[in-house]
């Protein structure tokens, strides 16, 4: 396995456009997580899926974004009509549960620039 | 809004001296875990720590996680330039693990 994988890694796109990121879990993992980041802060959480389930998206920032795992594998985090506030790294994790100690799993994040 | 404080936001150490990172809540967490991150990396998990007043060491860094479930500290000792990052606590709720990250601490040691 080789862990997390998100695409692009970085995406420069205008105002107004719209911007989709994919995220590859670890196979054997059915929870996925989404969350923002600017530089030097912590992440900010965003949304979370158990396999095709979302279970919390009222921490998604505006209507201008949503998130997908159709079939309970891999995800997609849309923006659409992008703003120059929405430039930041978005960050996908996955991790197994059941587990207390659970761990999350982090890809290397796909960083968007909005001119 | 963040719902994890972390303090100091930045620290910069001079290799072989100690310093502790703390992260506060007025939340109840049922479990409190620390990251670190490198730049253009993800997070990468330290420690899950689960129960209260729990103290666990990792080589030279103590984690302890308050007897109220409601804040951590992290302690390194001698800290080394190899511990140069930004760390990141994160706690997460009975009710599904959602995990919430503080506000983060960028250390810089300077060898």
């Known amino acids: 396995d080789t862990g997390v994988s998100q695409d692009p890694r970085h995406k420069i796109t205008k105002r107004g456009q719209n911007v989709t990121f994919r995220c590859d879990p670890i196979?054997?993992?059915?929870?996925l997580y989404w969350y923002r980041q600017t530089l030097g802060q912590g992440p900010e959480f965003l949304t979370y899926f158990q396999n095709e389930a979302q279970l919390e998206k009222s921490r998604l920032l505006s209507d201008r974004f949503s998130a997908e795992r159709p079939k309970g594998s891999f995800s997609t985090l849309e923006i659409q009509r992008t703003e120059q506030g929405d430039s930041a790294m978005y960050l996908c994790?996955?991790?197994?549960?059941?587990?207390?100690?659970?761990?999350?799993?982090f890809g290397e994040g796909s960083r968007l620039t909005v001119l | 809004t963040q719902l994890l404080e972390q303090s100091p936001q930045f620290l910069s150490i001079q290799e072989g001296e100690n310093l502790t990172v703390y992260c506060n809540s007025s939340s109840v967490f049922s479990s409190l875990q620390w990251y670190r991150q490198e730049p253009g990396e993800g997070p990468v998990l330290l420690v899950t720590?689960?129960?209260?007043?729990e103290v666990k060491k990792l080589k030279r860094l103590t984690f302890q996680f308050g007897d109220a479930r409601k804040d951590s500290s992290l302690h390194i000792t001698a800290a080394q330039p190899g511990d140069t990052g930004l760390y990141l606590c994160a706690g997460a709720w009975n009710t599904g693990n959602q995990f919430y990250f503080g506000t983060g601490t960028s250390l810089t040691v300077i060898p």
């Open positions: 196979s054997e993992h059915n929870r």
């Open positions: 994790a996955s991790c197994e549960t059941g587990k207390v100690r659970g761990e999350l799993f």
């Open positions: 720590v689960v129960t209260g007043g």
